[in-house]
């Protein structure tokens, strides 16, 4: 009996080696060990055997089953396996293709570096104020101690609506009118348009401006330093060396402006600094003495700085853009890039 | 400015090498902006004379010469022929280097030995002769040997400096050497002054007559006279000079009028005194529509505000802007009368601007320029005529000054200086820093003890000092910007709220660019033929008085101009799926008052999702860009609002157009480009608009946000098809479904619409879902059934529609 079974395990073992796929596995499953297979059958003759070799037989039988069934089991998880990965091969795609999505819309840049010297201000504590873009002489001049027949007026050329009527040059119209409406301490920032008669590859006829102030009683030439190094090492790096050198704006005095470090060359002299390691990108001064008169502040009491900077001259440096007019030609792959 | 460094060093000793100097003159506020050496990098260039000039033995177009410097004799090969024996000329010896880096090598030419090169003016970085070709034949007085950048003037830089309009002191060799003294207290050097046994010709009184007629226009007249003067071209070293600094050589009289502007800052004007009517001079005001041709040849019409200089006759000069042509110098003047005046600056820039001339002599009096400077220049330019082009100085000067000079003391507190500077500077350095900027002060009672007080009288030629706050301008420059410390300033705190301007602004720039939106930025202006497609009446447009184009004349009046232009500008450079926006200020008049008004405008045109391998090609149409206006008013929580459809907006398709409405108030405009309108732009896609009014929007607001309850309770849904006249809108069904007020209706969608096969032509099938729910219930079919049949029964009878597929 034990030698039979021993040969049924041998011929089982060396038939399985050759199967080659699921349904063989099956066949050869129900061939030896279905209910109607060969080990079954061997199994009805169990009765024949005296009753102490019936465990022993037993047992044998059993391992055989157990060792034929774990081939068996093996061989059905691997067929299986390798079907699947069959399968998934077949369904294979090129991943490297690029994916699927909605383009999103950007910012204008100019948007977004006016966003970020306004973020800058406002932590500082600085209000935001606007005022209109066509504007009176008296705002745009006369308040400013920029009187008629006054030199200083050529420094920017006016577009005029009518005879007192015009596009405002700059922004410090709107200090004039918060100083107007509001009394001491005051800081203000005044974003906007601005317009000049001008036109190369440094300058157009529109751009964009934020204007700041701040009165109160003890403010110093000190403090106009402090303030706009602080904002300038926000803006640009920490480390961003950065000098105040005399100037003249009719409405401040003691008038700066105020230069960093070129951020192209770091200071080495390029092209953009014409040489120089420096670039000029504010504008400042102490609130003239004759502007508080005319809102009528005292001077002996209230001092302040004012400050102004164009946001393209920023943007420029910051991402390196060479001709300002692609501000306001508004190609797609300009605009997309930002 | 240009300003000579050779120059400035007949005033200071020992001055800072260039690069050193710019950068002090920029840290005190005299902005340098370029430094030009003259010579170009030209080195081992020298005098030299030709000894002769012979065939080269190989080649007929080439001569050779013997040329002779202090070095020996050189032989040089040469393919110009204008030279002969005796002539000197700019020998460049090898190694010598010429201007662009060109280095010279002794070279064999056509078998002949060249042991350099003579040099032509453009070779030499010089502007070539008239007709000229040829090497460049230099004076016969030069010493052979001598550096030629060095005989020629040309070992020198050009500061170009950025003079401040509150400085016309600055505007001279001697303002800028004053100025540097000041900063970097190196002492002026002492200037000569006029001999008197210079003036030998006879007494000026009796030469000529001068008289002021408006003493306010014309504080100081000052003029002599030199007589039998011979006027030629001017010595090489003064036409080098005045060329240097920007100015053409004319000739020995106005070449020295303009030298000593340089030099001092002061203009003169010189006349041929023979053509002064009557020996007569008179300061006037011009006759209303008098007329004078001036030295540029231009005749002018003045008017009365206008201030000029007559002779018994007629205006021979406009008044510190230009002389007149009749009274010009030329070859033929033997005598001269030279003027030196002081001009009120107003006067100077009304007429400058009202004429439209503005030159060296015109920018300096509108500055301000310096009154008692007047004589020194006078005495300088006579002085220099004289000896330039001979003739006779006549005795004496007339002087017309009605009311001197008077300069008033400034109170400058030492307490101000440092509360403003925030410094602690002492009384010893501000006493020296007045003295540097040869301020005359003596110290007067102060208020309070430990304060000092000045009285301080700053120079005539400082024009811009004349309060307080200047001097302490002055103070800071000198002792340095660099050194007031910096502190940040002690301020209560305080919210910085945004408006709610800025928060449209902003939100609105956040769900468009997540759209897909590219933010624009237009200019302003636009060409009235922009102009013209959203505004029919030209008239109610700002015009600019100076536009710089005709392009840019124009204020918009609506967004759209400026987001048509960036469709076409885009479309021209094959970018063809466009989708902007821009927010930004439209322009009107109304009456004589100008109105403002800010705006969001958008527009898309071609593909919905660009072109991709892997995204569906359809094209926009309208409901993608309403779509995108319904999400800026979603996200803004504008709620109530209704969109009316309009087919009388001249620029949008009729049909495919309407307004945004709330609260019985326009809010905007959304559509389809009209055809023609597209055309006339050139324009050969469909494209579609929005223009929102944010001022409108922001009454309409809403911006608290507010929890509803998600549904706890199921929904159940009715769908019904229905075929509708085409002339029906959604709108108008819905506001009946709505009119019929259900509470148990959440919420209506539409699934499809169609039109076509087997639908009438003038009718389409809508087909709607209908959810209803209750918050508190689950509802029974009976309730939903019945509130569905009141809905479509109002349908049916308001507008007859037929219900197809209706489910129960
Ligand atoms: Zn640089």
Redesign the pocket.
């Known amino acids: 009996m034990k030698e039979r079974l021993l040969q049924l395990e041998k011929a089982a073992l060396s038939e399985i080696s050759s199967l080659k796929n699921k349904e063989a596995v099956l066949e050869f499953k129900n061939k030896y060990l279905g209910r109607k297979g060969e080990l079954a059958a061997l199994t009805k003759e169990f009765g024949k055997l005296p009753p102490e070799e019936r465990p022993i037989v037993g047992e044998f039988i059993n391992s055989i089953r157990g060792r034929i069934e774990e081939r068996i089991n093996n061989l059905l998880t691997a067929f299986a396996q390798s079907e699947r990965e069959q399968r998934l091969k077949g369904e294979k795609i090129d991943a490297t293709l690029p994916g699927r999505y909605l383009a999103l819309g950007k910012r204008h840049p100019i948007t977004q570096v006016m966003d970020e010297v306004v973020k800058i201000f406002s932590g500082m504590g600085f209000a935001v104020a606007e005022g209109p873009e066509i504007e009176t002489d008296y705002y745009n001049f006369e308040a400013l101690n920029i009187p008629k027949d006054h030199p200083a007026r050529d420094m920017q050329d006016t577009f005029y609506i009518g005879e007192d009527v015009l596009l405002r040059t700059h922004t410090s119209p709107v200090q004039i009118r918060v100083m107007q409406n509001k009394k001491p301490p005051l800081r203000v920032i005044a974003p906007g348009k601005v317009y000049r008669r001008d036109s190369d590859v440094t300058h157009t006829p529109m751009f964009h401006q934020v204007e700041g102030f701040m009165v109160d009683e003890t403010i110093t030439f000190g403090d106009l330093k402090g303030v706009l190094t602080a904002f300038l090492h926000s803006l640009f790096r920490e480390d961003t060396a950065i000098r105040f050198r005399p100037s003249f704006f009719p409405f401040t005095e003691p008038s700066a402006e105020v230069d960093i470090q070129?951020v192209?060359?770091?200071?080495?002299?390029?092209?953009?600094?014409k040489?120089?390691?420096w670039?000029e990108v504010l504008g400042a001064g102490m609130i003239h003495p004759m502007v508080f008169k005319a809102v009528g502040y005292d001077s002996e009491r209230f001092s302040g700085f004012a400050f102004g900077l164009g946001i393209e001259r920023i943007a420029m440096l910051k991402f390196g853009i060479d001709d300002i007019r692609l501000f306001f030609e508004n190609d797609v792959r300009f605009l997309r890039q930002f | 400015m240009k300003i000579s460094y050779n120059w400035l060093k007949q005033y200071i000793k020992a001055l800072p090498p260039p690069a050193k100097l710019a950068e002090k003159l920029t840290m005190a506020g005299l902005e340098v902006e370029g430094i030009e050496a003259l010579d170009k990098g030209i080195k081992g260039v020298v005098v030299a004379q030709i000894l002769s000039v012979e065939k080269h033995p190989n080649a007929d177009r080439l001569l050779f010469c013997k040329v002779k410097t202090d070095k020996g004799i050189h032989s040089i090969v040469c393919g110009a022929r204008n030279m002969k024996a005796g002539d000197k000329v700019a020998l460049a010896l090898p190694g010598a280097m010429l201007p662009k880096g060109i280095k010279i090598e002794k070279t064999k030419i056509r078998g002949v030995e060249s042991e350099g090169m003579m040099c032509s003016e453009s070779e030499l970085g010089l502007p070539p002769l008239q007709g000229g070709g040829g090497i460049m034949i230099l004076s016969q007085d030069l010493p052979i040997g001598k550096d030629f950048t060095e005989t020629m003037g040309l070992n020198d830089y050009i500061l170009n400096i950025n003079v401040t309009p509150n400085r016309p002191d600055c505007l001279s060799i001697l303002g800028i050497a004053r100025e540097i003294s000041a900063i970097t207290k190196k002492m002026l050097k002492a200037q000569k002054t006029l001999g008197k046994a210079i003036e030998k010709g006879k007494d000026i009184k009796k030469l000529v007559s001068i008289s002021i007629d408006e003493p306010s226009l014309c504080r100081r007249y000052t003029a002599r006279v030199v007589e039998n003067i011979k006027v030629g071209p001017s010595p090489e070293w003064l036409k080098q000079r005045v060329e240097s600094h920007g100015f053409r050589s004319i000739n020995n009289v106005v070449d020295v009028t303009n030298y000593v502007m340089l030099e001092y800052g002061h203009p003169l004007h010189a006349f041929d005194c023979n053509l002064v009517s009557e020996k007569q001079v008179i300061v006037r005001r011009a006759h209303e529509g008098e007329k004078i041709q001036t030295l540029d040849g231009i005749a002018r019409v003045l008017t009365n505000d206008m201030l000029v200089i007559s002779d018994a006759e007629k205006p021979i000069a406009l008044a510190g802007i230009m002389g007149g042509k009749e009274s010009e110098i030329t070859e033929r003047t033997k005598n001269i009368l030279l003027e030196s005046a002081y001009f009120d600056p107003s006067c100077i820039r009304r007429t400058s601007k009202a004429l439209g001339i503005v030159t060296e002599s015109s920018y300096r009096f509108e500055r301000g320029a310096d009154i008692e400077g007047v004589t020194r220049a006078l005495d300088k330019a006579a002085q220099m005529i004289v000896e330039l082009s001979g003739g006779d100085m006549a005795r004496g000067m007339i002087d017309k000054y009605p009311r001197p000079y008077r300069p008033a003391a400034i109170r400058v507190r030492l307490s101000r200086i440092n509360k403003i500077l925030s410094t602690t500077i002492n009384r010893k350095e501000i006493e020296d820093c007045l003295e540097r900027l040869g301020i005359n002060f003596k110290q007067v009672k102060a208020q309070k003890r430990e304060d000092a007080v000045w009285g301080a009288t700053p120079p005539s030629i400082r024009v811009d000092l004349v309060k307080e706050i200047d001097i302490i301008e002055d103070i800071a420059r000198l002792y340095g910007y660099g050194k007031i410390p910096t502190a940040l300033p002690l301020a209560r705190l305080s919210a910085v709220k945004k408006s709610g301007v800025d928060l449209i602004r902003e939100k609105t720039r956040d769900i468009l660019t997540n759209n897909g939106f590219l933010e624009a930025i237009n200019y302003s202006f636009v060409s009235p033929k922009l102009f013209k497609i959203t505004a029919p009446d030209i008239d109610s447009g700002l015009k600019l008085i100076n536009p710089l184009t005709e392009e840019q004349s124009i204020m918009r009046h609506s967004l759209v101009s400026g987001l048509l232009e960036t469709l076409r500008y885009n479309l021209n450079h094959n970018n063809n799926n466009i989708k902007v926006f821009e927010i930004g200020g439209i322009f009107a008049t109304r009456g004589k008052e100008t109105e403002e008004r800010e705006m969001i405008g958008g527009l898309i045109s071609g593909l919905r999702h660009g072109e991709a391998w892997n995204v569906s090609r359809d094209v926009v149409d309208f409901y993608d860009m309403k779509g995108a206006v319904e999400q800026v008013l979603a996200g803004l929580g504008i709620v109530a609002y209704t969109f009316i459809a309009k087919s009388d907006i001249p620029f949008l398709y009729p049909g495919k157009a309407g307004i945004f409405e709330t609260n019985g108030k326009p809010m905007g405009i959304a559509g389809e480009i009209h055809p023609d309108t597209l055309q006339s732009l050139d324009i050969k896609q469909p494209a579609y608009i929005f223009e929102l009014d944010l001022h409108v929007m922001m009454t309409a607001m809403n911006s608290q946000k507010k929890y509803n309850p998600i549904p706890r309770y199921p929904m159940i849904v009715r769908d019904a098809a229905m075929i509708v006249n085409r002339e029906i809108q959604f709108q108008e069904l819905y506001e009946v479904i709505k009119g019929v007020g259900s509470k148990l209706l959440e919420k209506v969608d539409i699934f499809d619409v169609y039109y076509g096969e087997h639908i009438p032509e003038d009718k389409l099938s809508i087909a709607l879902r209908f959810l209803y729910r209750s918050p508190e219930r689950t509802l029974t079919d009976d309730e939903v059934n019945n509130a569905h049949s009141a809905i479509l029964e109002n349908l049916k009878n308001r507008f007859g529609i037929e219900i197809r597929g209706e489910e129960a």
């Open positions: 070129c192209i060359c770091n200071g080495k002299g390029c092209r953009v600094c040489g120089s390691g670039l």
